[in-house]
């Protein structure tokens, strides 16, 4: 698949409120999308409201341009797409999310995404200037989206298709894995108190239990520090019931 140099515009047909603007704009920012369209905002541009619930996306990270029509917002799109969750009566295609940004991305021209304003949607105006219909799988008695939370769903979609997948952490590791010793050296010592506190009984049973004790530390996945803090808190405990071993060396 050949894929498109072009982000897609993400249109706002007749937005309402600043605020849903800028959550908009935020997680337009968040997926990497720059593009943002505005027709015919209710409250006009700039928006105070919108920069605020942007978080920083407006005006720096995402550009925000103004049109007084759906036609001149989608001038430049070789495709466009619409979203709506309710049938228009048009013949026109219905993809899901996965299948509108497959589209999006193998269009070697720039594709426009329409979404329309919170109280109403798309008029069906708009929807006619559309190749196809974009539709999320929400539940049948409960299908209104929020401005904002649809921006957001599209978004995630489109930054998805282009990751290899999640990345493999989100940080160095602030402390390193535990040695196999320091893990040892954990269970024996608690272990050793539990035999005091005269927990493996009866004696048959001791390996068992043992066993079942050392598989579960050992899944965790402890790093150095957690084995020091554990083997602090089991000295405590000892301690506390006044029965803590002099000279150990932990």
Not at 15 to 31: D, H
Not at 78 to 104: D, F, N, Q, S, Y
């Amino acid at each position: 698949m050949t894929l498109s140099a072009f982000t897609p515009a993400f249109i706002l047909v007749a937005p309402q409120m600043g605020e849903n603007i800028g959550a908009a704009a935020r997680v337009m920012a968040n997926f990497g999308l720059p593009d943002l369209r505005l027709v015919a905002p209710r409250d006009g541009w700039p928006n105070p409201a919108a920069e605020t619930m942007s978080a920083g996306a407006l005006p720096d990270v995402v550009t925000v341009t103004v049109c007084e029509t759906v036609e001149q917002a989608i001038a430049d799109c070789g495709l466009v797409l619409a979203t709506t969750a309710r049938p228009r009566g048009m013949e026109k295609p219905v993809l899901g999310a996965g299948a509108a940004i497959a589209r999006v991305r193998s269009t070697p021209v720039r594709a426009g995404i329409l979404f329309g304003a919170e109280r109403a949607g798309l008029p069906n105006e708009s929807v006619a200037l559309a190749d196809a219909i974009l539709s999320f799988p929400v539940a049948p008695g409960f299908g209104s989206l929020n401005l904002a939370q649809a921006v957001a769903l599209l978004a995630h979609a489109y930054a998805e298709a282009h990751a290899s997948g999640p990345p493999a952490a989100f940080a160095q590791a602030v402390d390193l894995p535990a040695t196999r010793e320091e893990l040892v050296g954990m269970m024996e010592h608690f272990e050793d108190e539990l035999d005091r506190a005269g927990f493996f009984f009866p004696d048959a049973k001791r390996a068992p239990m043992t066993q079942n004790l050392r598989n579960a530390f050992t899944r965790a996945g402890w790093t150095a520090q957690e084995v020091s803090t554990f083997r602090g808190a089991i000295k405590a405990l000892a301690i506390g019931r006044g029965k803590a071993r002099i000279n150990r060396d932990d």
